[in-house]
Each structure stands twice: as structure tokens, then as C-alpha cells.
T-cell receptor
Framework: GDSVTQMEGPVTLSEEAFLTINCTYT??????LFWYVQYPGEGLQLLLKATKADDKGSNKGFEATYRKETTSFHLEKGSVQVSDSAVYFCALSDTPNAGKSTFGDGTTLTVKP | EAGVAQSPRYKIIEKRQSVAFWCNPI?????LYWYQQILGQGPKLLIQ????????DSQLPKDRFSAERLKGVDSTLKIQPAKLEDSAVYLC?????????????FGPGTRLTVT
């Protein structure tokens, strides 16, 4: 079946540091890929998405590129802020299979001032 | 636009008791998901509905869990009888199925503690 593997956390960075959170996936078809974020005390929310190979999703300074050849969707941000501290989840939806969804285990990011 | 609503927000029960969770998705969203999220793990899909029909329930423990979606709108998830390992946050999400992406909108979750 489908699977998503994220780099293990927690990740601790200083403010303005560069962020990369790795995500790789296994899927039989051509899934859509997502990053969701959960801020402290809040629910899960969509951060960005990409629906086909070489698409780049971006939002709030975060970016991720759908790499079919390496089955990856790494999350990056050039300069993190304290307010980016959260848990980040990589996920896929198997669009030919009515959007069956698979999530990674999440990576906790803490940004220190 | 109102978000996904869930109730109750918290529930504490003893093992072998039963419990039910309710979800009201965003208006017009055809797809509804129930997830179980154990502390420190990602959400695990329990069941997915497309309108009234079940798309996937392969990870639903059918001997104790059941779910239904009423008239393709609201949904309930029931556990009977509960076990200690059912302690988790139960998340409901809905998706508008725009284009081919199936992005999901999540409710606040119900935190279940089984003692």
C-alpha cells in the first residue's frame, strides 16, 4: 500500500535559519502531495500542495517540489521564525483511488529566538 | 464559510463502555474522512466516505468500530466496546474534491481517554 516517510524529529533551529524537512513517499499511482501543519493548541491545516510532477507548492514562505524521480516532497523555508514552531505532516492522496489518504508521522519544529 | 464541526471535544470513558463521535463537514464537501491520531504519530485513516458510500474502511477495526454518514452530510463514529488502546484524538476531515487534489479541511478533533 501507499506510505509516507518523514525525517524524524524533533528539529530545533535558531530564528532566521534555513529549514528542510525531508519527505519521501511510496504510491502505486500518481498521487497529490501535501504538507499540513499543526500549531500548538490548534487543528491540522493545509500548508501547501502539489498535484503533479515538477509542481512547486508554496505558502507563507514555505516551498516543496513534487519530485517523481526521487519520490520526494521536501519542505523548505529560507528563514524560519519563532511563529513557525509547529508539527509538520507530509501526506498524499491517491487521486485515482478517490483520494485515499496517507499521512507521515509528523516532524516537530521548534524555533528559538 | 463554517469549518468542520466535531463533538464532543473531550470524552473520558471506562474500558468496555461505548462512545460516539459526531462530525458535520463543510457544506458541499462530498468526501468525509475519520482518522485516529495516537500521541506522537500521524493521523491514521479509519474510514473514508464519498457522499453516502464508503470508499475505504480497510483500517477500521470492524469488530468494535462502526461509522455512518447520514444523507451524505453528517457522520458518526462509534466504538463499542472501547479498549485502553483506543485512547487517541479522533479527527474528522472533509474535502471538496476540487480538480484532482483532495485537499482536506480538519475539525478540532475529539480527545478520547479510556481508563
Amino acid at each position: 500500500g501507499d506510505s509516507v516517510t518523514q525525517m524524524e524529529g524533533p528539529v530545533t533551529l535558531s530564528e532566521e535559519a534555513f529549514l528542510t524537512i525531508n519527505c519521501t513517499y511510496t504510491a502505486t499511482g500518481y498521487p497529490s502531495l501535501f504538507w499540513y501543519v499543526q500549531y500548538p493548541g490548534e487543528g491540522l491545516q493545509l500548508l501547501l500542495k502539489a498535484t503533479k510532477a515538477d509542481d512547486k507548492g508554496s505558502n507563507k514562505g514555505f516551498e516543496a517540489t513534487y519530485r517523481k524521480e526521487t519520490t520526494s516532497f521536501h519542505l523548505e523555508k529560507g528563514s524560519v521564525q519563532v511563529s513557525d514552531s509547529a508539527v509538520y505532516f507530509c501526506a498524499l492522496s491517491d487521486t485515482p483511488n478517490a483520494g485515499k489518504s496517507t499521512f507521515g508521522d509528523g516532524t516537530t519544529l521548534t524555533v528559538k529566538p | 464559510e463554517a469549518g468542520v464541526a466535531q463533538s464532543p471535544r473531550y470524552k473520558i470513558i471506562e474500558k468496555r463502555q461505548s462512545v460516539a463521535f459526531w462530525c458535520n463537514p463543510i457544506s458541499g464537501h462530498a468526501t468525509l474522512y475519520w482518522y485516529q491520531q495516537i500521541l506522537g504519530q500521524g493521523p491514521k485513516l479509519l474510514i473514508q466516505f464519498q457522499n453516502n458510500g464508503v470508499v475505504d474502511d480497510s483500517q477500521l477495526p470492524k469488530d468494535r468500530f462502526s461509522a455512518e454518514r447520514l444523507k451524505g452530510v453528517d457522520s458518526t463514529l462509534k466504538i463499542q466496546p472501547a479498549k485502553l488502546e483506543d485512547s487517541a484524538v479522533y479527527l474528522c476531515a472533509s474535502s471538496p474534491n476540487r480538480g484532482s487534489s483532495y485537499e482536506q479541511y480538519f475539525g478540532p478533533g475529539t480527545r478520547l481517554t479510556v481508563t
